[in-house]
């Protein structure tokens, strides 16, 4: 079995605790290299995973040849260069979501892929999960019938994050919906089938972060630097006819945190979070809960 050597662009929080934990279960990869701009985070990082390489330029790490991929676990604003570099430079990437701060970001990332014949893959793990394996079978046996609309939520009370540059518009690209909708979103146009989206329109609110005198549930932010919305919602056209209607908070005056996806089909319905699935037989409405599903180890 070949190994598959791997670099790891930022060392911050995503990285040690999710990317390289992962990594390391596999058999045949090995975390050759890493690099941040904090040489001390990037040691930090190499002693627990027992890397060889660390660097505080990517570029260098491009240089390895012994490099097969690359993670890119930066924040949103440093997304596109290294991944387009690392591309340029012949390795598969795996970039955090979400892909990139905007289209046009986004859209220099996917070419890169394409012309250099590499795979790109952004972090959208919810659909892997065993819930959403579960209910893609379901719906891929027809269960559902035609899923004709989905409303999805990604809703906090109060989650606006204390650290990093998450209420930095100009480095985060936005604030919710950029950072936990896609989550639920990506999961949402997995499970319909990929469809295209023909329209969208929505509208974002500020209406709490950058407004003192809030509780903050991840500790104080600074209001006075708040720049992303704290709300947004959108409707979104498909080109298969059906409609989704998101929504996404880090800070709204509502009962309870959200984090689900309702789909609607001509045979029946489901919700993702906890999975639920809906519909009627021989006269009767049913409502089914899995009582066993299948773990995926991450």
Same mark, same amino acid.
């Given at each position: 079995?070949?190994?598959?050597?791997?670099?790891?662009?930022?060392?911050?929080?995503?990285?040690?605790?999710?990317? @390289?934990?992962?990594?390391?279960?596999?058999?045949?990869?090995?975390?050759?290299?890493?690099?941040?701009?904090?040489?001390?985070?990037?040691?930090?990082?190499?002693?627990?995973?027992?890397?060889?390489?660390?660097?505080?330029?990517?570029?260098?790490?491009?240089?390895?040849?012994?490099?097969?991929?690359?993670?890119?676990?930066?924040?949103?604003?440093?997304? @596109?260069?290294?991944?387009?570099?690392?591309?340029?430079?012949?390795?598969?990437? @795996?970039?955090?979501?979400?892909?990139?701060?905007?289209?046009?970001?986004?859209?220099?990332?996917?070419?890169?892929?394409?012309?250099?014949?590499?795979?790109?893959?952004?972090?959208?793990? @919810?659909?892997?999960?065993?819930?959403?394996?579960?209910?893609?079978?379901?719906?891929?046996?027809?269960?559902?019938?035609?899923?004709?609309?989905?409303?999805?939520?990604?809703?906090?009370?109060?989650?606006?994050?204390?650290?990093?540059?998450?209420?930095?518009?100009?480095?985060?690209?936005?604030?919710?919906?950029?950072?936990?909708?896609?989550?639920?979103?990506?999961?949402?146009?997995?499970?319909?089938?990929?469809?295209?989206? %023909?329209?969208?329109?929505?509208?974002?609110?500020?209406?709490?972060?950058?407004?003192?005198?809030?509780?903050?549930?991840?500790?104080?932010?600074?209001?006075?630097?708040?720049? %992303?919305?704290?709300?947004?919602?959108?409707?979104?056209?498909?080109?298969?006819?059906?409609?989704?209607?998101?929504?996404?908070?880090?800070?709204?005056?509502?009962?309870?945190?959200?984090?689900?996806?309702?789909? !609607?089909?001509?045979?029946?319905?489901?919700?993702?979070?906890?999975?639920?699935?809906?519909?009627?037989?021989?006269?009767? !409405?049913?409502?089914?809960?899995?009582?066993?599903?299948?773990? %995926?180890?991450?």
């Amino acid at each position: 079995m070949k190994t598959i050597n791997v670099g790891v662009i930022g060392t911050g929080g995503i990285a040690v605790n999710q990317h @390289m934990p992962a990594l390391e279960k596999q058999p045949d990869v090995k975390i050759l290299a890493v690099c941040d701009v904090n040489e001390e985070a990037a040691k930090r990082a190499a002693e627990r995973f027992n890397v060889s390489h660390v660097f505080t330029d990517y570029k260098k790490l491009l240089e390895m040849d012994e490099i097969d991929a690359v993670h890119v676990c930066t924040p949103n604003f440093l997304h @596109m260069p290294p991944t387009v570099e690392a591309l340029n430079a012949g390795k598969h990437v @795996m970039v955090e979501k979400p892909l990139a701060r905007n289209a046009v970001e986004g859209a220099q990332m996917v070419e890169a892929a394409r012309k250099n014949n590499k795979k790109l893959m952004v972090a959208q793990n @919810m659909r892997f999960d065993g819930a959403s394996q579960t209910l893609k079978r379901f719906i891929d046996a027809g269960e559902l019938g035609e899923i004709y609309f989905a409303r999805v939520w990604a809703l906090r009370r109060r989650g606006i994050p204390s650290w990093g540059v998450f209420i930095d518009k100009e480095k985060q690209g936005g604030g919710p919906l950029i950072d936990i909708g896609v989550h639920i979103l990506d999961l949402t146009l997995f499970l319909m089938g990929h469809p295209k989206a %023909v329209t969208c329109s929505g509208q974002a609110f500020t209406k709490i972060g950058n407004t003192p005198g809030h509780v903050g549930v991840w500790g104080p932010w600074d209001y006075k630097n708040y720049t %992303v919305e704290d709300y947004a919602a959108g409707f979104v056209r498909l080109d298969n006819g059906a409609s989704i209607v998101i929504e996404s908070s880090f800070a709204a005056n509502i009962g309870e945190d959200k984090f689900c996806a309702a789909l !609607l089909g001509t045979k029946g319905g489901a919700e993702t979070s906890p999975l639920k699935i809906f519909g009627e037989e021989h006269g009767t !409405l049913l409502d089914i809960t899995p009582v066993h599903i299948p773990k %995926v180890n991450s």
